[in-house]
């Protein structure tokens, strides 16, 4: 009988480093042999991995180790502002908005364009095109006056705006900026620090301060209750008037009446190095600016002059508060006038 045998299969090609024929496991004693072997030759053993080399998966994005001063990434800009170039006067804008939250667009245009308002203008109409400012029209505060309410144009960042004002604006590393508005009932008094500081900003320039740095009372107040809160966790047994008074002299404020005086902005500069301190290094300082209104009672007035802070008012509000206090008329000298 006759069989038809099939043709031989093509071989598979063999793959790089595939054993014709399957080896078996050494055995203890193979391997004791080949171990002592080796270290006759000085040649360190290779012992047979029980488990095959796993490739190393790259670690994921928050496994990786972030440089502390690395900046924002680009992609948490919106898409129409990536690769933006800002001119001089737009940075600067968005730097200063975001240090103080919130800013009229006339001490913009007055303080960052010099009074060219049109250009001002046109370039808040940029930022506002890409995603980086919002302008919003609040109403001044009545103070119990009728007639006619007047109308507040401000400025404020958005987050966008804000990461970018981290990346162009060169400043401190500690230094925070802010985004949205969060009290419109307070934007005629938070618009005013600004101009307190620009006033007392020169003030410091003019004896030698270099290096401007300011925090507002949102900051400072965070700070000093994270302060008091661990000093409660470290000594519960501490009466809190004694936690908060330790606290105020650690942060410079005064403790007037039971409660920290808070200011409404720390302005913290360097101060110039004389040649009698060059072994102590560069020092720094700081003042504390606190921003009056007509709303403030004799008693607020009263804790904020004994707290020693630089205290400003608009005209209208200085002569309100002049009404309030007849009987205090040496606070008012202290008051200085936006």
């Known amino acids: 009988m006759k069989l038809d045998l099939p043709q031989e299969l093509p071989r598979r090609r063999p793959l790089d480093g595939e054993r014709s024929t399957p080896s078996l496991e050494p055995s203890p004693v193979?391997?004791?042999?080949?171990?002592?072997?080796?270290?006759?030759?000085?040649?360190?053993?290779?012992?047979?991995?029980?488990?095959?080399?796993?490739?190393?998966?790259?670690?994921e994005p928050e496994q990786r180790r972030i440089a502390p001063d690395r900046r924002p990434r680009r992609e948490t800009l919106p898409l129409q502002a990536i690769g933006l170039s800002l001119r001089e006067e737009e940075q600067k804008v968005v730097v200063e908005v975001g240090r103080f939250?919130?800013?009229?667009?006339?001490?913009?245009?007055?303080?960052?364009?010099?009074?060219?308002?049109?250009?001002?203008?046109?370039?808040?109409?940029?930022?506002?095109?890409?995603?980086?400012?919002?302008?919003?029209?609040?109403?001044?505060?009545?103070?119990?006056?009728?007639?006619?309410?007047?109308?507040?144009?401000v400025v404020v960042l958005t987050n966008e705006g804000r990461t970018l004002a981290h990346m162009v604006g060169?400043?401190?590393?500690?230094?925070?900026?802010?985004?949205?508005?969060?009290k419109p009932r307070e934007v005629e008094h938070d618009t005013?620090?600004?101009?307190?500081?620009?006033?007392?900003?020169?003030?410091?320039?003019?004896?030698g301060g270099t290096n401007l740095r300011v925090k507002l009372d949102f900051e400072l107040k965070a700070e000093i209750q994270k302060a008091i809160h661990a000093e409660r966790k470290a000594r519960p047994q501490?009466?809190?008037?004694?936690?908060?008074?330790?606290?105020?002299?650690?942060?410079?404020?005064?403790?007037?009446n039971g409660t920290i005086q808070v200011p409404d902005v720390r302005i913290e500069f360097d101060r110039e190095v004389k040649p009698d301190d060059l072994g102590q290094g560069a020092r720094t300082g700081h003042e504390d600016i606190e921003v009056l209104t007509a709303a403030y009672r004799?008693?607020?007035?009263?804790?904020?002059?004994?707290?020693?802070?630089?205290?400003?008012?608009?005209?209208?509000?200085?002569?309100?508060?002049?009404?309030?206090?007849?009987?205090?008329?040496?606070?008012?000298?202290?008051?200085?006038?936006l």
């Open 192 to 207: 005013q620090i600004y101009r307190a500081y620009r006033k007392h900003a020169e003030r410091i320039e003019s004896s």
């Open 101 to 153: 939250r919130v800013i009229r667009t006339d001490d913009l245009a007055e303080t960052v364009y010099n009074n060219r308002r049109s250009r001002m203008e046109r370039d808040l109409a940029f930022l506002r095109q890409k995603g980086l400012i919002e302008i919003d029209t609040v109403n001044a505060r009545r103070d119990g006056r009728g007639g006619r309410v007047d109308r507040i144009e």
């Open 30 to 59: 193979e391997r004791r042999r080949d171990s002592l072997a080796a270290a006759e030759r000085h040649i360190m053993p290779q012992v047979p991995r029980d488990h095959p080399r796993q490739q190393e998966r790259p670690l």
């Open 298 to 337: 004799p008693g607020h007035l009263r804790a904020k002059a004994q707290a020693g802070f630089h205290v400003y008012a608009s005209h209208s509000d200085r002569a309100t508060l002049s009404a309030r206090i007849e009987d205090d008329h040496h606070l008012m000298k202290r008051i200085l006038e």
């Open 170 to 182: 060169g400043l401190p590393r500690d230094q925070r900026l802010y985004s949205g508005l969060v």
């Open 238 to 256: 501490r009466e809190m008037s004694a936690i908060k008074q330790e606290v105020a002299e650690r942060f410079d404020l005064p403790f007037v």
